[in-house]
């Protein structure tokens, strides 16, 4: 557990940073700058950060209340979930997006058997092309996960714990165990209740203020503009988006220099397979493969006419970070130049304008 | 426990104890050691951890692997014993462990 903590409690000391843990904050006076904690105390601010990330969606269904039934969020989530993983259970997860498809990569791993029910027609939808979701869908389909693509979940069988899910076209799935990875939504209650903009999301614009010069909001929580992607606003659910808020915001705050920005970047790993992401491929018109899916290392690079916008890189890491690098400094390669995988890509990049 | 000296590149040192097992990137990030940022945590992912292992250690820490060694190739200012400190783990044979930090991460 201690070596999933940023930093050990005595660094905020160190620093001298006042860290109020099992505090809920709950109500932000705006006009004195107060933060009211329960228990009735307050705390005033000159700036205020919003971190309050986001909560899994919980399954609209009934029985999803029965003992067996999982979102995955926090450690007391996996604690909790831990002891049903044994070899031979049965696990129904709803939802394939990377959540879910990288709890039935852990659980095929440990031998349990896994159904993965989706809505949409093929997994990843939201995240990915049909090219790349057609591989993971293989990959899993070898390691003996079962997919029910289309599938919509009607209700959540059992007495106690959970026995079964059933589908609205009456299939119904056996299950000792289901996990419900079918997205969060942001936190926003406190910024809510003092009437800041909200848009799927705290509105924040590149600097990370909400429309409250004094109160900035950063990570899951906050749609912030995005210059990688014409300035649209973005609510990121990632790793790179949470810290790189947190550089803004200190910069904003102590006035020191901002950092360089850098397009948007996620990994999965799944099985042996490490898929890294740099930008976002909403909108693409062609893509272009470098390696073949057969070897289980490619990467697919994501155009918007002849602008390089997004990488899939599966085992491909210098694809990953060459592209990334190309996007972050608003360069490209031609689609056929980008395709010759005769010339290494760390070459490419540097011929790149 | 071995002792590992981080050398900034500004040439400050900071002397850290840290458990076997640990990886040079977590003992510096627990630390707070400056110039190793980890963006991802540990999971060769970034290419923000990037290390010269002293020359004297460079046997001893072994070489980077395929995934490591192609995430290298993008970071700045490589030296042939450039490492991802996230990659190397610590153990009784790596106790007075020397690694600089290069200019930056990013």
Known sequence: ?353 | MPKITYIEHSGKEHIVEAPNGQTVMEAAVKHAVPGIDADCGGACACATCHVYVDAAWADKTGEAGSMEQSMLDFANDVEPTSRLSCQIKISDALDGLVVRLPKSQH
């Open chain 1, 1 to 353: 557990m201690d070596r999933l903590l940023l930093r050990p409690a005595s660094v905020y000391a160190e620093e001298n940073i006042a860290l109020l843990t099992s505090l809920k904050a709950v109500w932000i006076d705006r006009a004195s700058k107060k933060v009211r904690v329960e228990g009735g105390r307050e705390l005033s601010y000159d700036a205020l950060v919003l971190a309050t990330g986001s909560r899994p969606r919980k399954l609209p269904l009934a029985g999803a209340d029965l003992a067996g039934v999982f979102t995955l969020r926090t450690a007391a989530d996996i604690d909790a979930m831990k002891p049903l993983f044994v070899k031979g259970k049965k696990l129904v997860v709803i939802g394939a997006g990377y959540i879910g498809l990288e709890a039935a990569a852990v659980a095929r791993t440990l031998g349990l058997e896994v159904t993965v029910v989706e809505t949409a027609v093929r997994p990843l939808a939201r995240v990915t092309s049909p090219e790349v979701a057609g591989f993971f869908l293989d990959e899993h389909t070898r390691q003996g996960v079962r997919f029910v693509l289309g599938g919509q979940p009607a209700l959540i069988k059992g007495t106690e714990h959970v026995t079964a899910v059933g589908l609205t076209d009456g299939m119904e799935i056996p299950a000792d165990i289901v996990l419900a990875g079918i997205g969060v939504n942001p936190e926003t209650t406190l910024a809510q209740h003092c009437g800041l903009t909200i848009e799927n999301g705290i509105v924040t614009d590149a600097q990370c203020r909400t429309s409250d010069p004094h109160i900035f909001a950063i990570g899951d929580c906050a749609a912030r503009p995005i210059s990688f992607f014409d300035n649209r606003l973005c609510r990121l659910e990632s790793v790179h988006n949470a810290i790189e808020g947190a550089k803004i915001v200190a910069a904003a705050i102590t006035g020191g220099k901002p950092p360089t920005l850098e397009a948007p970047w996620f990994w999965s790993d799944q099985y042996d397979l490490k898929l890294q992401i740099a930008g976002l491929f909403n909108g693409y018109d062609h893509i272009v493969f470098r390696g073949v899916i057969s070897d289980r290392a490619f990467a697919v690079f994501y155009y918007q006419g002849e602008k390089l916008i997004a990488v899939d890189a599966v085992n491909k890491p210098a694809e990953y970070l060459g592209a990334k690098m190309l996007i972050q400094t608003g360069r490209s390669l031609p689609r056929d130049v980008i395709a010759d995988e005769t010339r290494p890509m760390k070459e490419l990049v540097a011929s790149a304008k």
